[in-house]
């Protein structure tokens, strides 16, 4: 038996079942499907962070500041709107 034959052997789809499912899921992301899950993934954070920013007690001018802190740093800024709790809860 060859090299070709028994890697073949080897790793057959039918042997590996996942592989198979692993190869078609891979392949089919393309990059601006991943462009578009990675915005979607930056406006779903931001907006939890607003909604949990909405709830605490803050003069107009600190929610224009963490609020724009949601907006221009998209993965960092709802992680820190949240960890950091500005203002009382109301």
Do not use: C, Q
């Amino acid at each position: 038996m060859s090299i070709s034959e028994r890697t073949t052997k080897l790793f057959h789809p039918l042997a590996f079942p996942w592989l198979m499912y692993y190869n078609l899921f891979t392949m089919g992301l393309s990059p601006d499907v991943m462009l578009v899950l990675l915005f979607l993934a930056a406006l779903g954070m931001a907006l939890i962070a607003a909604f949990y920013l909405r709830r605490r007690s803050l003069p107009m001018p600190h929610y224009l500041a963490w609020g724009a802190l949601l907006v221009f740093v998209p993965f960092l800024g709802p992680f820190l709107v949240i960890l950091l709790r500005p203002g009382r809860p109301a």
